[in-house]
């Protein structure tokens, strides 16, 4: 029997090539922080080349967290490690989990409010770093960086360095691999580099990876007019918009259960599944946690359908049909939903509430998906006969609360509005009891898994030619 | 039926209280268990340990459950059980009757009298008792030996060498969990055993544990003299059946507590179920115990049944397990017997030695399908094996009961060519 060496490497030369990598990232963090001293900022600035201080915090930080990464997980054998996740105090709640919780808080405050906070005369917190990732945003964009370039550079650096995170630490399972690698894709290529370069290009400013209602104003009226009135590109964006968030939404979400957007496309799941990963056992299992998510995400989902209806209507009837109502309707909306939850507490709670908050109690695109889901969709997660020991493992590490072996031990199917399609249910599951599979929608979806109904392979052809040959 | 005491809350037990309440609406249900208040999965003890899970993960139902199920919780030691007076009195004192009573009393860890096998750093790994003390014995440790392979000894192993300790099997057969698993299969398991340079030291047995001069475990002698120092001892060479209160109560027991197919022990009005049971089959003349987490919660099921006003046998259907060794999956369906003559083996092997399986055959039929690295479905196995399919019957359907994460590579073209070529 050939088997595959696992080669561990003398474990004293990794421990220091660890102790190097996080050093590296310490040096990363330390420079793009104490960067916010201007005095400091401005004799460095003065001394050195433009794209320098770039390179020694953004290039410094994720060459060095990408090594450390690396180097902690050579020489593991692939598979579930969760050890200590629940003991370490980043990851349970413990005083670093807090800190990290009040700085990212901290961080999206300022960064909603920049222009409201520097005109009341609170520092500028931000002109060193925007100033940082300047050369950068001329290189792609052509253009200066201003805060939102600052944190779409943060935000696709979170994605990546933590994805590949992911990458190590699922490598012995293609679903999470290719999962990880399409958000990783989506972030850096469709929702960092072609904005830039459609700037770049002086076309207008478009997500291609986000829909209404999670991006509400791309069917908006105002949206829709300057976009249209840009030329064949805007038009395109335009459409692309409308057939993505009314079209493509159900009819893929009908094919693939939710998580087709959720956990591959999305940039917000991007950044849960990628830099959330740490933090996703923290979501509260309790049914009034569930009773509150179904509550505020249909609640929300509700508002902004009432407010695109609204605007639409007041548009026909020539803007006079609510005065200025609308516009205060759809710019609340934009601080309360938009800012606030999406931002300061969907991310900045992450190392207390878990990595899903702002999906499962606030995306009104998640609760269109969840509804479609639910009541039209292929998708389920098949539980193994009766093979559940209901150790735990997976209603512990769903990001989304759901408590999964409530339904496993029963032998149960899990068909739930709220269920991203992650996988890490069925990832950390001891026994192999789940699986996540598009199957008819008539035959067993809710009752357990039964006979080969659902994925007859391929391979029953090949095996019938072995035979009569 | 007014009144009904279960001693025991593990698996066993606790499902013949949820399966009698579902069934009775109001008969007084009280669970006694000197462990915990809450029902947890036993299975799960090893994640708390490796901090992958927080005790009250483990628990399969929040404890505002109980409350609405209306079933009553005790956390005591029965002392005694009066089945003349129908009563059980706990160590406290308290008395409670009953009309039914079931004993699910569960196992415990064998040992053999080995000299100094009550020194301090030797364990078991069963309850949560055995969890504290392993956390009190791993600062001050850096290596451990486990006496017995096996499904606990993996899990303790695997627990110790999260948190740095050196991790030695002493085992009695030549490769791991041999006596269970064919070659093949056991030698995947050394292989994975020792690729996280574990050892495991084959066909040894336990002579004594050394002690230093404090009382705590110094090192463990073999029987051929082999000298391996440690400061815990993982004793896992099985359970058996604890009867120990049974006993006390003349209700007899051989291997465990005797019941026959209704689960009724000799004595009127006291049954048995789980671990602790040793089932007599008075047709046959044979006896059996099973501590197997499923059979557990058939065994609960069956027993319910019979409390609540239907008479059952225990059926427990075509035998099934699984399990995990490090990383590497088990999973087992129907009879794989290592030596039997009558049996003709399939076995396939993936290049990189991860992944296998193997198809059993006797008289023609599907008896029994093994599996290490690749996951199939429950109730497609156990048809072929009901319908009694012939391996190749069984060979185009193979892709069917594949139940791999998406994306997985899929060994069924592989597997079916190799098997065919077999049976030309």
């Known amino acids: 029997m050939s088997l595959v060496q696992i080669h561990s490497s003398n474990p004293k030369s990794r421990h220091a090539t660890t102790t190097l990598f996080r050093i590296g990232t310490y040096i990363g963090l330390l420079l793009f922080f104490a960067s916010l001293c201007p005095r400091l900022y401005e004799f460095f600035q003065s001394v050195a080349p433009s794209y320098l201080p770039l390179l020694l915090t953004f290039g410094l930080t994720t060459l060095s967290a990408i090594g450390w990464i690396a180097s902690l997980y050579t020489g593991t054998t692939p598979g579930i490690k969760h050890n200590g996740t629940q003991t370490q105090g980043i990851s349970s709640r413990g005083i670093g989990a807090w800190i990290l919780g009040v700085l990212i808080t901290a961080f999206y405050v300022y960064l909603y409010f920049y222009q409201d906070l520097t005109a009341a005369g609170f520092l500028p917190l931000f002109a060193p770093w925007i100033d940082i990732v300047d050369p950068l945003a001329r290189l792609l964009a052509n253009a200066p960086a201003d805060q939102w370039f600052l944190y779409g550079s943060l935000y696709t650096s979170a994605i990546l360095i933590m994805g590949i995170r992911m990458l190590y630490r699922y490598r012995h399972n293609r679903y999470h691999i290719l999962r990880t690698l399409s958000v990783m894709f989506c972030q850096l290529g469709l929702a960092f580099l072609l904005p830039a370069f459609l700037r770049k290009l ?54 693939f259960g939710k998580r087709w957007y959720c956990s591959w496309v999305c940039g917000c799941g991007g950044l849960a599944e990628t830099a959330g990963d740490p933090f996703r056992h923290l979501s509260s299992k309790s049914e009034r946690a569930w009773i509150l998510e179904r509550w505020l995400i249909h609640s929300i989902l509700v508002i902004i359908i009432l407010i695109t209806v609204l605007l639409w209507a007041n548009e026909y009837a020539g803007r006079s049909l609510l005065g200025g109502w609308t516009y205060s309707a759809k710019s609340l909306y934009g601080l309360y939903i938009g800012a606030i939850f999406s931002g300061v507490i969907g991310v900045g709670f992450y190392p207390l509430l878990g990595s899903r908050v702002w999906c499962r109690f606030g995306c009104p695109m998640a609760a269109i998906l969840g509804i479609f889901q639910r009541c039209f969709s292929r998708f389920r997660i098949t539980v193994n006969g ?37 996988g890490v249910c069925a990832a950390v599951c001891p026994r192999g009891v789940l699986a996540l599979e598009n199957g008819p929608v008539k035959i067993g979806r809710f009752s357990g898994s039964d006979k080969g109904a659902l994925r007859i392979l391929k391979d029953s052809v090949l095996t019938r030619r072995i035979y009569e040959a | 039926m007014e009144r009904l005491v279960i001693i025991g809350n593990g698996i066993a037990g606790i499902t013949t209280a949820l399966e009698v309440r579902a069934r009775d609406p109001r008969v007084r249900i009280t669970v006694i268990s000197s462990e915990s208040k809450y029902h947890y999965s036993r299975p799960a003890l090893m994640y708390i340990f490796m901090g992958h899970l927080k005790f009250r993960d483990t628990m399969p139902y929040p404890p505002t459950f109980w409350e609405k199920k ?39 860890s064998n040992t053999f ?10 364990l078991g790994l069963y309850n949560l008792q055995d969890l504290e003390k392993l956390e009190q014995l791993v600062p001050n440790a850096s290596s451990a030996v486990i006496v017995g392979g096996g499904l606990i000894g993996i899990e303790l192993g695997e627990m110790l060498h999260s948190r740095g300790i050196h991790v030695t099997f002493l085992i009695r057969e030549c490769s791991y969990w041999n006596s ?5 299969e056991s030698q995947m398991i050394n292989h994975v055993i020792r690729a996280e340079n574990m050892e495991i030291v084959p066909s040894s047995l336990l002579a004594e544990i050394l002690p230093d001069s404090t009382g705590r475990v110094r090192a463990i002698v073999t029987e051929d003299g082999r000298e391996i120092s440690c400061q815990i001892v993982g004793l896992t060479p099985g359970v058996h059946p604890n009867k120990t209160l049974a006993q006390a109560a003349s209700i007899p027991t051989h291997k465990g507590i005797l019941v026959n197919q209704y689960l009724e022990t000799r004595i009127p009005n006291i049954y048995a179920c789980g671990d602790c049971a040793e089932i007599q089959n008075e047709v046959e003349g044979s006896s059996r115990v099973e501590s197997i987490w499923y059979t557990g919660k058939f065994q609960g099921e069956t027993l319910a049944r019979n409390l609540t ?9 075509i035998f099934y397990n699984s399990a995990k060794f490090l990383d590497l ?96």
């Not at chain 1, 759901?402 to 991203?420: F, M, T």
């Not at chain 2, 919780?73 to 029965?78: A, E, W």
């Not at chain 2, 269970?180 to 093949?184: A, K, M, N, T």
Request: glycine share 10%; hydrophobic share 35%.
């Open chain 1, 386 to 422: 009766g093979q559940c020991i209901s150790c735990g493992n997976c209603s512990t590490y769903c990001e989304m609360g759901i408590d999964v072996k409530a339904y496993a031990q029963r032998g149960e199917n899990i068909v739930r509005a709220s269920c991203v399609g992650c």
């Open chain 2, 329 to 424: 999956e088990y999973q087992v369906y129907g009879t794989v017997q290592k030596q039997n003559p009558d049996d003709t083996h399939y076995y396939w092997c993936s290049k990189n030695g991860l992944h296998s399986l193997r198809l059993v055959e006797r008289g023609g039929a599907l008896i029994g399908v093994n599996l290490m690295g690749i996951r199939y479905r429950h109730r497609t196995c156990e048809e072929w094996i009901k319908q009694k399919l012939s391996v190749k019957e069984v060979l185009p359907l193979l892709g069917e009961a594949n139940f791999d994460p998406e994306f997985s590579k899929r060994f069924e073209p592989e597997i079916v060519a190799a098997f065919a070529e077999e049976l030309r």
């Open chain 2, 70 to 108: 209306k079933i009553e919780l005790v956390h005591g030691y029965v002392e005694e059980i009066d089945s003349s007076d129908q009563k059980v009195r706990l160590a406290s004192g308290t008395a409670f009757s009953y009309d039914k009573l079931v004993l699910a009393t569960g196992s415990k």
């Open chain 1, 202 to 255: 002086q076309q207008p400013e478009f997500y291609f990876t986000y829909f209404w209602p999670l991006k509400y104003d791309y069917l908006f009226p105002d949206s829709a007019h300057s976009l249209i009135q840009s030329g064949g590109v805007g038009v395109f964006m335009f459409f692309w918009g409308a057939v993505m968030a009314l079209i493509a939404t159900p009819v893929l979400t009908y094919f």
């Open chain 2, 113 to 122: 009298g080995w000299p100094g096998e009550d020194l301090t750093g030797v």
């Open chain 2, 309 to 317: 006003g239907e008479r059952v046998t225990y059926d427990p259907g």
């Open chain 2, 180 to 184: 269970v698993l064919p070659d093949e």
